[in-house]
């Protein structure tokens, strides 16, 4: 199998405030980890493509500065929301490529984020 | 046009009913094929994936995959209530971002 966890599962902060969400590969390597925001009744809206050891690279329209990605090893990538606003409250989903499979993603189990 | 198209339903079908969900694309160049069931509230499992044109069964899921139609279908036999999800087409060329349909809400009725 492939696991991917993510935490924490569920996060309320307050705006103005910064949220970090964790992606770990549990069994296997990743050199390659997504980040995904899905609304509700929405299909994943890719954010950015996360390698390791290299910066980020965001798709069009998402704030690099806001979005912050960090992928420090090969079995997690964080994302961290900056001076979250209620508008950033979504489902963030990451998913991690396997190296030897690169055609498959994994998807953890996602993060509800909501700011007050 | 999106570059790949589903149906967002709601589909909802009697238990024991064989279901048929499709996808639609337009980039010839897709070479890899998966579907994902996602349950409300969680993140999106991998259930099958195929490359290129073809058929690929695993237990009451079938795969299928029509190149030159560019169309991709999954049917499931003896339908459950479990299997009740939204299910997500995804295609890429190899090690490329995957591209998603916009999911299908799927309910089977014990």
């Known amino acids: 199998g492939a696991v991917v966890s993510q935490h924490p599962s569920r996060v309320i902060c307050k705006s103005g405030t910064s949220v970090k969400i964790e992606c770990r590969s549990l069994?296997?390597?990743?050199?390659?980890m997504f980040w995904y925001r899905q609304f509700p009744k929405k299909s994943l809206m890719l954010m950015a493509t996360?390698?390791?050891?290299?910066?980020?690279?965001?798709e069009q329209g998402v704030e690099k500065d806001k979005f912050l990605i960090n992928h420090a090893s090969l079995t997690l990538s964080t994302l961290t929301v900056t001076s979250a606003h209620p508008e950033d409250s979504s489902f963030y989903i990451c998913?991690?490529?396997?190296?030897?499979?690169?055609?498959?993603?994994?998807f953890g189990p996602g993060t509800r984020l909501t700011v007050t | 046009q999106k570059e790949v198209e589903q149906d967002p339903g709601p589909l909802s079908v009697p238990e024991g009913a064989i279901v048929s969900l499709n996808c639609t694309y337009s980039?010839?160049?897709?070479?890899?094929f998966m579907w994902y069931r996602q349950y409300s509230r969680k993140g999106p499992e991998l259930l099958m994936y195929?490359?290129?044109?073809g058929n690929k069964e695993d237990g009451r899921f079938t795969a299928q995959v029509d190149k030159s139609s560019k169309y991709i279908s999954l049917f499931i036999r003896d339908s459950q209530p479990s299997d009740s999800a939204t299910y997500l087409c995804?295609?890429?060329?190899?090690?490329?971002?995957?591209?998603f349909g916009q999911g299908t809400r799927l309910t089977i009725n014990p």
């Open positions: 998913s991690a490529r396997k190296q030897a499979r690169s055609y498959e993603q994994y």
């Open positions: 069994d296997f390597q990743a050199t390659t």
């Open positions: 996360s390698n390791e050891g290299s910066k980020a690279t965001y």
């Open positions: 980039n010839s160049a897709f070479q890899y």
């Open positions: 195929t490359y290129s044109s």
């Open positions: 995804a295609m890429n060329r190899g090690a490329q971002k995957l591209v």
